[in-house]
């Protein structure tokens, strides 16, 4: 799915369309370190579509985008200046024309990207800045703003370097998505995918039934939450690719969340209409929606044998402290 639309957030790849392809079925010329750059970008990326404050937002938002510059160098065989600023003029000297609004007509199909402008990239580098040293002060929309900015240079990056090595970018996005997460497509990815058209298709029914049927699609919440899981060895992994009840119960997960999200949508409404009573439901609504929240959740395990011993070791030297401070005994030392 399209990321910079705010629909749900699978990994990069599996939004690019790549289902069916299988790991490792397609190898790039591109050189690895270029590759492997591109994945920090992606992980920062995922780190900012998943803040719950603009904060981390602009500061997550613009490293992934400081580390696409890093990638275009590289693949020039140019060394990365430390200095981030340094940095993006020197990409924006050597590529110009990156971020230009891109047309392509392939056969019946029509695509359009609207253009970056560079003034834009240096003023979120600014706001980068801030975020990381100084006061900081961002809206919720602004945010959401410069995380579709940063999905967009992603794909204009993305596309610019397959283009230049004569790759399909869609393949380059795969190979991407199997060096930041392991994989390029799971059963998971999927469910979250199937979870959010259903969503969508009710609010779509709901709008029908009551006579607002774009207004009611525009806000569904599923418009702007996003799911995703991600794990740290082959075996997890595995499961997440290959499991559909796994899948069914992740989707399931992200249902409910959706719901909360409403919930915390019309608490907000109504107690803005209760600090501001001439207000209209209309435009309670409207300012109720404008708020980022992310409830994170995680598994940070271990061998229980290694949690045994580690407990172990505790209760051995806080005993050995306990015997250590224990006042004499007199008794024994009298006689």
């Not at 019946?108 to 990381?132: C, H, K, N, Q, V």
């Not at 040293?133 to 990056?157: H, I, P, Q, W």
């Amino acid at each position: 799915m399209d990321r910079s639309r705010g629909h749900i957030q699978v990994p990069v790849a599996a939004r690019a369309g790549l289902v069916g392809m299988e790991p490792g079925s397609y190898r790039l010329f591109m050189n690895p370190d270029t590759i492997a750059k591109l994945a920090i970008a992606e992980q920062f990326s995922h780190n900012a579509q998943y803040a719950g404050v603009p904060r981390q937002a602009a500061a997550d938002g613009y490293s992934a985008i400081d580390a696409l510059f890093s990638a275009i160098l590289a693949d020039e065989g140019v060394k990365p200046p430390r200095n981030h600023k340094e940095k993006l003029d020197t990409v924006r000297a050597r590529v110009p024309h990156i971020f230009d609004t891109h047309r392509e007509q392939r056969g019946s199909s029509f695509t359009y990207m609207g253009g970056i402008p560079w003034d834009e990239i240096e003023l979120f580098y600014r706001e980068w800045l801030a975020s990381r040293y100084d006061e900081f002060d961002m809206t919720a929309g602004k945010a959401r703003e410069r995380v579709a900015m940063m999905l967009s240079a992603n794909t204009f990056v993305i596309r610019w370097l397959a283009e230049k090595h004569g790759e399909e970018w869609i393949e380059v996005l795969a190979e991407v998505s199997r060096a930041a997460y392991g994989y390029a497509h799971s059963e998971t990815s999927s469910a979250l995918s199937d979870a959010h058209d259903r969503l969508f298709s009710e609010a779509e029914q709901l709008g029908e039934r009551v006579g607002r049927k774009l207004g009611i699609k525009m806000a569904s919440t599923t418009n702007f939450c996003g799911a995703d899981i991600v794990a740290g060895d082959d075996l997890t992994r595995q499961i997440i690719e290959e499991d559909r009840a796994i899948a069914e119960h992740a989707s399931a997960v992200y249902v409910d969340f959706c719901r909360l999200m409403d919930r915390i949508r019309s608490q907000r409404a109504e107690r803005i209409r209760t600090d501001s009573p001439g207000m209209d439901h209309g435009s309670a609504f409207d300012l109720a929606t404008d708020f980022m929240l992310s409830m994170k959740a995680k598994y940070h395990g271990e061998r229980l044998s290694d949690t045994g011993a580690r407990l172990g070791e505790m209760l051995s030297q806080a005993m050995q402290r306990t015997f250590e401070q224990a006042p004499p005994d007199t008794d024994a030392a009298e006689e």
